[in-house]
């Protein structure tokens, strides 16, 4: 059975980080791309970066030099690391094996003042 157990989200400060985590189980993980998406109150749900197997990386344009995606085959985790956050990444947040619908729980981010 999969499982997906996101954490490390939060209330910050806009200009502040977080570092997000997403523990796996179930799957083939070292063999397996995996996404961190966000879903905001009243949009769909979108990938803010990947990572393959061998460690390479794609960024959504709006997180490019800000955010930065890293996985650990040996513990199965995947984290995203957010620096300079901004109001308009509030949302909700989710690690899941890249174009599948397998979904955990999801962690909330909010960026406010």
């Known amino acids: 059975q999969v499982q997906l157990v996101e954490s490390g989200g939060g209330l910050v400060q806009p200009g502040g980080s977080l570092r997000l985590s997403c523990a796996a189980s179930g799957f083939a993980f070292r063999l397996t791309t995996m996404g961190w998406y966000r879903q905001a109150p009243g949009k769909q749900r979108e990938l803010v970066a990947r990572i393959t197997s061998g460690g390479n990386t794609n960024y959504a344009d709006s997180v490019k030099e800000r955010f930065a995606i890293s996985r650990d085959n040996a513990k199965n985790t995947v984290a995203l690391q957010m620096n300079s956050l901004k109001p308009e990444d509030t949302a909700v947040y989710y690690c899941?094996?890249?174009?599948?619908?397998?979904w955990g729980q999801g962690t909330q981010v909010t960026v406010s003042s």
């Open positions: 899941s094996p890249y174009m599948t619908n397998l």
